[in-house]
């Protein structure tokens, strides 16, 4: 039997995999690029599900459509919808891209390690166990340490908020089995919905005045590529390579963030600050079970891996 890595599908979901995590570890970048120059929070988030639920709209009612599968929408929409985003934009203005591009991933590892362990029985191994606790002394090590001070304080706590309410609908996706397109389409369209009340009360005005440079690339960036084509980037990646491999490469993520908020926006972290971000990375990396070693030849034939959502 062939190597699997060796083959084209292999490569292809590699690629999926890592452009997935390229679009998400770039996002802390962009937004915090918009709300620091001329865009508010409130806009981004009407930009992101002006396009995303207008997009994503005929999906949304694939399937059974019941009151209760709605409901649970309802619920998955305020965790990962128009009240998240809102919360986790308002942050970037408070504290750098890239402890909102280490902080959220390292949050919602740390919750859903006690999550899975407490409510759903999955035994929390040593392993996962360090990996936790090196997250844990690496937000600690933020909060102490941020050159902003209470400022950044505030952003960072912010992103944990928003860590937590990402690491609940994680945890409420893994409790209600569901088609993950159908979801992603269900919660955008509550969100633009969401989107449509703060509009009727005042929030958001002056959106027209906004640059239409900065109106087309976040617009781009957080309703087409984050939303929609990050989305199916990773579960296309999850269908050929397994959910365990492409988990590992998303773990990439955060560490795309830091550099590119180097980068782009010359942000230096102090010595604390860095060896915080360092140690949550590494706690993710632990907590996944990366190893520094070659990956084993898989027992499962590429033809027998999962479909893409």
């Known amino acids: 039997m062939k190597d699997l890595k060796a083959s084209p599908s292999t ?15 770039a996002w802390p970048v962009v ?20 396009v995303a639920g207008v997009l994503l709209a005929p ?15 309802l619920v998955l929409a305020i965790c990962a919808g128009t009240p998240y985003t809102l919360l986790v934009t308002t942050a970037f203005q408070h504290a750098p891209a890239s402890h909102g591009g280490v902080v959220i991933p390292g949050t919602v590892m740390f919750l859903s390690l006690v999550a899975a362990h407490v409510w759903l029985g999955d035994k929390l ?3 996962r166990a360090f990996g936790g606790f090196m ?11 941020a050159a902003g001070g209470v400022e950044t304080l505030r952003g960072d706590l912010l ?11 994680t945890f409420l996706l893994r409790h209600w089995p569901m088609d993950g397109l159908v979801v992603a389409s269900r919660v955008a369209v509550i969100s633009l919905i969401f989107v449509g009340i703060l509009a009727t009360f005042g929030f958001g005005q002056g959106l027209m005045n906004v640059p239409i440079k900065t109106i087309m690339v976040q617009g781009l960036w957080q309703g087409v590529l984050s939303a929609i084509v990050a989305l199916v980037m990773f579960n296309r990646a999850v269908g050929i390579l397994g959910s365990g491999r492409a988990t ?15 980068f782009i926006l010359g942000e230096i972290p102090t010595l604390i600050e860095f060896a915080g971000l360092l140690t949550i990375m590494a706690g993710i990396a632990v907590a996944l079970g990366i190893r520094l ?3 084993k030849k898989p027992k499962v034939p590429a033809t027998q891996l999962p479909e893409p959502l």
């Open 248 to 262: 590992i490469i998303n773990a990439l993520t955060p560490v795309i963030a830091v550099l590119l908020s180097f």
């Open 135 to 145: 997250i844990t002394l690496g937000l600690a090590a933020l909060a102490g340490g």
């Open 59 to 73: 999906f949304a009612f694939r399937g059974p459509s019941s009151l209760k599968g709605w409901g649970k929408a």
């Open 125 to 127: 191994t040593r392993t």
């Open 31 to 50: 937004t915090s690029i918009g709300v620091k120059e001329s865009i508010t929070p409130v806009q981004v988030v009407m930009l992101r599900f002006m």
């Open 293 to 295: 070693k070659r990956l």
């Open 159 to 169: 992103f944990m908020a928003g860590g937590v309410m990402w690491a609940s609908y």
């Open 11 to 25: 490569s292809l979901g590699i690629l999926c995999g890592l452009g997935a995590a390229l679009i998400w570890g």
